[in-house]
């Protein structure tokens, strides 16, 4: 039998491809299996990063660690793919009302808001340090160089297969060091790291043609992204649960939020792995040495995969602490 491959990684989503390619920038060896789960919420995902988010408008969490390394991150990719898949664009948020745009003037005097605000005027405010990443690209170009290296495969990993011997994994006759489970909401199925019991978010977004003029994002209730001339990618809705409730919703408020007459191209739906505290999950498990999660990255992957796939990949060689927000041992009793 061969040598020891340094990681499996266990599921091709964002998660899975930002770890992999983190391995392969620190000259690593790994192999990638993905199922390819139709409903993998990295399908359906839009791929804005934004700097303010939430009902009430807050600075996203960490959001200048996580805009440094996202784009560090990204920009190596690009340059090792030889093709653009992140994208700076501006958000525009129009204020709701009066007292809406009252709100804003007051969080604006906030230092943490300010240096994320390009321009304000009297309908809305503009952000800045923001944009998308074309995820579909980045999965399907991730996903052919990592087999033009022959470290990727298309196969589903039955948890009983993966057995421990002697200090490696033993998978499909191939010896691993450590394997990383990205699985995304699929983990609860295999009841391995029992208590971190994820919450199922479905959620659908749609693709539409329009004959709107729009260079920046829009986001009132909805996001709107322009893509292509003429072609936007519209998201998104929530459900506490797994059923997809097709593109109705979003049909609905497209018309209302953003253009009536509009040609629907394509529907998507994904269930978002999101933890109880909706910050991400990543660590060892308490009794497996070698085996971890990087998971729970609810509706934020593109901006959070980044920096935990360097968080768990220090604390994996370097020995480096995983901070309490992320780590796994917060769900442990
Ligand atoms: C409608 C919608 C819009 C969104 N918009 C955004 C956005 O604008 N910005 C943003 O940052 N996030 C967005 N998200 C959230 C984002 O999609 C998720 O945070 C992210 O996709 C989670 O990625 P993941 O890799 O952890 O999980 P997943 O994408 O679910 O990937 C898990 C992968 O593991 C594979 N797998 C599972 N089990 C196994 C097994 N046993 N063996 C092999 N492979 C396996 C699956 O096939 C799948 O490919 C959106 C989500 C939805 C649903």
Request: aromatic share 14%; charged share 30%; proline share 3%.
């Amino acid at each position: 039998m061969k040598k020891e491959i340094d990681f499996l990684i266990v599921g091709q989503g964002i998660s899975g491809s930002c770890f992999a390619w983190r391995v392969f920038k620190e000259k690593k060896t790994f192999m990638i299996i993905d199922s390819k789960n139709p409903n993998s919420s990295s399908k359906a995902a839009l791929g804005i990063f934004n700097p303010i988010t939430g009902r009430n408008y807050i600075k996203s969490w960490k959001y200048n660690t996580l805009y440094h390394e996202l784009m560090n991150f990204y920009t190596f990719i690009e340059n090792k793919l030889n093709e653009k898949i992140i994208f700076s664009k501006k958000i525009y948020r129009p204020f709701k009302n009066i007292a809406d745009n009252n709100s804003w003037n007051s969080k604006l005097s906030s230092d943490k808001i300010y240096p994320f605000i390009d321009t304000i005027h009297d309908k809305g405010i503009l952000t800045k340090k923001s944009g998308y990443v074309d995820v579909k690209k980045f999965l399907s170009l991730s996903k052919k160089y990592f087999k033009s290296l022959d470290r990727y495969k298309n196969d589903f990993l039955n948890t009983e297969n993966l057995k421990f011997e002697k200090g490696y994994f033993l998978y499909n006759n191939k010896k691993f060091k450590r394997v990383i489970m990205c699985r995304g909401v699929e983990e609860n199925d295999h009841n391995i790291f029992k208590n971190i019991n994820l919450k199922a978010l479905s959620g659908n977004s749609i693709k539409i043609q329009a004959k709107k003029n729009m260079k920046s994002i829009l986001n009132n209730v909805l996001n709107v992204l322009p893509i292509h001339k003429n072609i936007f990618h519209v998201g998104s809705t929530y459900y506490n649960d797994q059923i997809d409730r097709g593109p109705i919703e979003l049909e609905k408020k497209t018309k209302k939020k953003f253009y009536q007459k509009f040609k629907l191209v394509k529907t998507y739906f994904g269930i978002r792995p999101a933890s109880p505290d909706r910050r991400p999950i990543i660590g060892e498990h308490k009794k497996n040495k070698g085996l971890y999660i990087f998971n729970g990255m609810g509706s934020k992957a593109v901006s959070l995969a980044p920096y935990c796939s360097k968080v768990l990949y220090e604390y994996i060689i370097e020995k480096k602490n995983i901070e309490v927000d992320l780590n796994i041992e917060r769900f442990e009793p």
